[in-house]
């Protein structure tokens, strides 16, 4: 099979209104001519941009039906901001002068629908081979959105929701911009209990209004903490009837990067195609780690995954909690076994996590001199000198929030 890109994943981010249509260019890409690819998809025009200066793709599609939003004036703005994707505009037969239009004003090609599955592969094929584009590495836009920094860990019991919790409140100190911390263990979700909100508002209420999705909207469904945190909660699984799509991920995450400078996310296990939509998203990884030997060889499974879908070694930041455990495996040992850097430690203080999870209270908070307490400080600072905010957005504290102590 000849990829269309050797050696990389096809980034492909579809503009439209329509659930069917993206439906329909997903089976249209299940192609060998094609090779990997990823299908990203915006159903809201207002969000396009800044999605597509964030995820920089390599092809854009843009649907001329976008709920009475004019397609044209958004291809000229795609073409000028992120002018090393090939713009293609999906058109209906009988609207062949806003498809001269729309390569007027900067699209490589256009698509006459329905007949997707006939011309669209096609027309792929021959904007590459016009255009003979360079591999496109993703890199940042200068900030539209805010940044997301996952937490997930290789096995239960790693202290990940303490570490997310914790680093959370601690960005929220240093640079006192809102935040949204997201609970995205959906088979055991934490975060209620850990920080004692009583809510029945979670991330399960925006899904049947994704195509009509805004800042209100989210904002209702957010709880507040007393520490200064916007959470979005995970439902109880039971009331969960079937997984998030990549897509319904794609879509919020863009939204809440819209509304925070930092977007942290507490990511549960499997290793699903949920959970790589949020990995997908992420600025930074941070991997929460044990020094005992099961988790190490879960640990090492779990960073060839990671690797293997192309994730940057600095993307990814190993973090060993209770480092100065009795017994526990060196972090020399560690390091070795892993080949790669710990690039954190936090010491062993077990009694004072239980405390803080009984309590609902924030180990930075409760204990802000603590040994786990100045790691984790330190921990947020980097973020912030490796993920610099500017002063570009409207990154305001939404008002309809609620709050829940």
Request: a neutral charge; one cysteine or more; glycine letters at 4%.
């Amino acid at each position: 099979m000849v990829k269309l890109i050797p050696g990389q994943t096809l980034r492909i981010l579809l503009i439209s209104t329509q659930e069917a249509l993206r439906t329909q260019v997903g089976m249209a890409l299940v192609n060998p001519r094609i090779g990997d690819h990823r299908l990203y998809w915006v159903s809201q025009p207002d969000l396009a941009l800044v999605r597509a200066q964030d995820l920089v793709p390599h092809i854009i599609l843009v649907d001329d039906a976008l709920g009475g939003a004019d397609p044209i004036p958004l291809i000229r703005q795609l073409t000028s901001s992120v002018p090393v994707a090939a713009t293609i505009a999906l058109v209906a037969e009988d609207a062949m002068n806003e498809a001269r239009q729309a390569v007027l004003v900067g699209a490589r090609s256009f698509v006459a629908k329905p007949s997707l599955d006939d011309e669209l592969v096609p027309t792929l094929l021959q904007v590459f081979a016009w255009q003979r584009l360079p591999a496109i590495e993703a890199k940042p836009s200068e900030k539209a959105l805010g940044y997301t920094v996952a937490f997930c860990a290789p096995k239960g019991g790693t202290g990940r929701t303490t570490m997310a919790i914790n680093t959370a409140v601690s960005l929220w100190q240093v640079t006192q911009k809102p935040l949204v911390l997201v609970d995205a263990d959906y088979a055991a979700p934490a975060l209620d209990v850990a920080l004692n909100l009583r809510s029945d508002r979670n991330i399960a209420d925006l899904l049947p209004k994704l195509s009509r999705l805004d800042e209100d909207l989210i904002s209702s469904v957010l709880v507040q903490h007393a520490s200064g945190l916007n959470v979005l909660l995970a439902p109880p699984p039971a009331d969960l009837s079937s997984p998030l799509s990549l897509m319904q991920v794609q879509h919020i995450l863009v939204m809440l990067k819209r509304m925070f400078p930092w977007v942290i996310v507490d990511l549960g296990l499997p290793l699903d195609e949920t959970t790589f939509a949020f990995l997908d998203g992420a600025d930074r990884i941070i991997m929460s780690v044990l020094p005992e030997m099961v988790g190490l060889r879960n640990t090492r499974l779990m960073l060839d995954q990671l690797f293997a879908r192309g994730y940057p070694d600095d993307k990814v930041w190993l973090v060993l909690n209770r480092a100065t455990l009795r017994g526990g495996v060196s972090q020399r040992d560690i390091e070795t076994r892993l080949r790669v850097s710990i690039k954190f430690t936090i010491p062993d203080d077990q009694a004072l996590a239980t405390h803080s999870i009984n309590r609902g209270v924030p180990i930075v908070l409760s204990h802000p001199r603590s040994a786990v307490a100045r790691s984790v400080q330190r921990l947020a600072r980097q973020l912030c000198v490796d993920l610099p905010l500017t002063d570009e957005g409207d990154f305001s504290p939404r008002s309809s929030l609620h709050r829940e102590d």
